[in-house]
């Protein structure tokens, strides 16, 4: 198994911040990579596919970038509504979600 | 407008079984890959099952291989998940999920299911 770590688990924000969280494979992904975000309460949003193209409807604050083992989401200019978990997935293997980023207001 | 709705969650008995349904409407089913995603209470995300667009083949994790089975109905535009030899660690919502991709891209999901394995 592909083991996908998340840093931070949780990170205090605040709005307009320029936010970025990481995910480390245990093995090579190539760019295998999705992001997605859950709202409390709601079903996870794909945002990020292929490591760095942002899904359709996806505002331009989010970016993903990285390949390989090393990969980032960044928010820049974060919003309230953008305040959630954000979780990564590698698809080159069985597919394997990190274990979340949770985004909470200072 | 791209529609899954699942069904058939519940509370069942360790070691009994289930079966979840997922109705999909908007779009043409059986051009995509589908997908069980699982979330255990406060959890994070679990991969639980793929079928391809026949059906012919699925891919599952090891923690579920053997005890459960996916399948499809593409006359019915319908997705299940056969879930036997229930274990309390089973117990969460479990989302139904349109896969552009054979095992990613998972760009569409419904409004999941609960089931609660417990006696």
Redesign the interface.
């Not at chain 2, 999901?109 to 999941?112: K, T, V």
């Given at each position: 198994n592909t083991v996908m770590t998340q840093s931070p688990t949780s990170m205090f924000i605040s709005v307009g911040d320029r936010v970025t969280m990481n995910c480390k494979a245990s093995q090579n992904v190539g760019t295998n990579v999705d992001w997605y975000q859950q709202k409390t309460g709601q079903s996870p949003k794909l945002l990020i596919y292929g490591a760095s193209n942002r899904y359709t409807g996806v505002p331009d604050r989010f970016t993903g970038s990285g390949s390989g083992t090393d990969f980032t989401l960044t928010i820049s200019n974060m919003q309230a509504e953008d305040l959630a978990v954000y979780y990564c997935l590698q698809y080159n293997y069985n597919p394997t979600f990190g274990g979340g980023t949770k985004l909470e207001l200072k | 407008e791209v529609q899954l709705v699942e069904s058939g969650g519940g509370l069942v008995q360790p070691g009994r079984s289930l079966k979840l349904s997922c109705a999909a409407s908007g779009f043409t089913f059986s051009n995509y890959y589908m997908a069980w995603?699982r979330q255990a209470p406060k959890k994070?995300?679990?991969?639980v099952a793929?079928i391809s667009t026949s059906g012919s083949r699925t891919?599952y994790?090891?923690s579920v291989k053997g005890r459960f089975t996916i399948s499809r109905d593409n006359a019915k535009s319908s997705l299940y998940l056969q879930m036997n030899s229930l274990k309390s660690e089973d117990t969460a919502t479990y989302?139904c999920a349109r896969a552009?991709?054979?095992?990613?891209?998972?760009?569409y999901?419904?409004?999941?299911v609960m089931v609660t394995v417990s006696s």
């Open positions: - | 995603v994070g995300l679990e991969w793929t891919y994790p090891d989302y552009i991709l054979k095992l990613g891209h998972f760009d999901w419904g409004q999941g």
